[in-house]
């Protein structure tokens, strides 16, 4: 089939890459002319497992075109999915202005019957938007040209998305009209093979959908997190209390980690835009208003620990301090340092004072992006690099290269012996061994 994709971000650009994989020929149409000639020379902007080869053998298959020209992807496509950015506004609600800036687009330029897909995360009612805001460029060129506006939510998860795409565990397809359910059916077949993963809804429904399933997963976070501090006060273990629960598979394996405090561009993003959809509607979502705010406190909850370690008070320093940095992104196979912890923890070190040696396998760009030249910042080249000279080592990101060290080379490099381990990587009895103090989250029992 023939689809356009708008936006070349994680989204639009995971999707269309596994859909021209699959054999549909596939148009990108983004306005970024310097990303869109990149792509068209196989230069992926983001770090993602796979997603380059994948993208340059269908380049050159010719099923997967970039262009900037969104008239040309109008006329190529059947099937018109809008992949644009979603940002929080001032208040937390997602700010539509791309996502209606590319149905204008449609309004202005389709000529033939197409199927619109909402795959970009929007509030409930958004479609209807959508809708409007293309009836409304039709209507003012004067045009009569069919249409449907489906939502389609994107479930993919950032360093595992090639994966989730080309094998999803469902398809959310939200439409009132079968001929456009017909229409995605057909799209999504290769994606649905062995047993039914389409879910077909109405429309709101499926906005809804995508919101729920991100709060649900922060909610889990969140709640362990909570149950973290408290194992920290009353000296239990929340990873044997952990392990206590997830067996039951009405709790659960999976999302029950405590840690540092959940970022990426869609937790925090999408669970305080779904608390403002429900404030707009006269309710007061309590519980998502708490886990934001127990995510808040947990960003800042492995300083708190040092705090504690060095026992200092409210206003006393750690001037002087060196800290090795082990992981900046947001999670591990990502280079994504939107919302990550690390970018917290780093402040409060600098402001307390601190100097920090840092490394990420993949986001020691993105880190110098952000944070720019400093005296106070080295980037390390690698995780043993970072502990040259440093008094204490944080662990922020769970890479799989972080999970073994050597604790005796660990206790030779860091003058004050002690490791913050805020993913709970480590055996606290085997790094006390070797003669290390450890913190790890909602670890009573090494307090
Ligand atoms: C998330 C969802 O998992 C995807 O299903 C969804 O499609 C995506 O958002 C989206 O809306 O686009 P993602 O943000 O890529 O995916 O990352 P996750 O793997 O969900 O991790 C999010 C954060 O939660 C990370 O900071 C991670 O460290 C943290 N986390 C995760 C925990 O602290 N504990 C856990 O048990 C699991």
């Not at 596939?26 to 770090?47: F, Q, R, S």
């Not at 687009?105 to 509030?123: F, L, N, Q, Y």
């Not at 094998?167 to 999504?188: H, M, N, W």
């Not at 340092?337 to 490394?359: H, I, K, N, T």
Request: proline residues 4%.
């Amino acid at each position: 089939m023939r689809v356009c994709i708008f936006g070349t971000g994680y989204v639009g650009l995971v999707t269309g890459t596994c859909l021209a994989e699959v054999g549909h020929d596939v148009v990108c149409v983004d306005v970024d002319a310097a990303k869109v000639e990149g792509l068209n020379n196989g230069v992926v902007p983001i770090y993602e497992p796979g997603l380059t080869p994948m993208v340059k053998a269908n380049h050159t298959a010719g099923r997967l075109r970039f262009t900037t020209d969104a008239a040309a992807g109008i006329a190529h496509g059947d099937v018109l999915f809008i992949a644009v950015g979603t940002p929080p506004d001032e208040d937390g609600s997602a700010d539509l202005q791309y996502v209606l800036a590319v149905a204008r687009t449609i309004g202005r330029h389709v000529e033939r019957p197409a199927v619109v897909v909402d795959k970009s995360t929007v509030p409930v009612g958004t479609a209807d938007k959508v809708r409007a805001t293309i009836a409304a460029e039709l209507a003012a060129r004067g045009a009569e040209v069919a249409f449907e506006v489906v939502s389609n939510p994107e479930f993919l998860k950032e360093g595992a998305a090639v994966e989730d795409c080309m094998r999803p565990d469902r398809i959310v397809i939200g439409t009132g009209s079968a001929s456009a359910l017909e229409t995605l059916k057909r799209l999504y077949a290769p994606f649905n093979r062995n047993h039914e993963r389409i879910v077909a809804m109405d429309v709101r429904s499926a906005e809804l959908t995508k919101y729920a399933a991100n709060a649900m997963l922060a909610t889990k976070i969140s709640f362990m997190n909570e149950i973290a501090n408290i194992a920290e006060q009353v000296g239990a273990d929340v990873e044997m209390v952990r392990k206590g629960i997830g067996s039951d598979p009405r709790i659960g394996w999976h999302f029950i980690y405590p840690g540092a405090g959940y970022g990426g561009s869609c937790f925090p993003k999408d669970v305080q835009a779904l608390a403002r959809t429900a404030q707009q509607h006269g309710l007061q979502p309590r519980l998502l208003e708490a886990v934001e705010a127990v995510n808040d406190a947990q960003k800042g909850h492995l300083f708190e620990l040092m705090q504690r370690h060095y026992d200092l008070g409210e206003d006393e320093g750690l001037r002087g301090k060196t800290v090795a940095v082990w992981g900046l992104a947001f999670k591990p196979n990502t280079d994504d340092m939107r919302e990550a912890s690390s970018r917290r923890l780093l402040q409060q070190l600098w402001d307390a004072g601190a100097s920090v040696r840092a490394y990420d396998p993949e986001a020691m760009d993105e880190t110098r992006r952000i944070f720019g030249q400093r005296d106070d910042l080295v980037l390390c080249e690698s995780a043993n690099a970072a502990l040259d000279g440093a008094d204490a080592l944080v662990v922020v990101t769970e890479w799989k290269q972080f999970r073994s060290p050597d604790f005796a080379t660990l206790k030779h490099a860091l003058a004050d012996a002690v490791v913050f381990d805020g993913r709970n990587l480590y055996d606290p009895a085997e790094v006390e061994a070797a003669g290390i103090a450890y913190y790890g989250i909602g670890r009573g029992r090494s307090l």
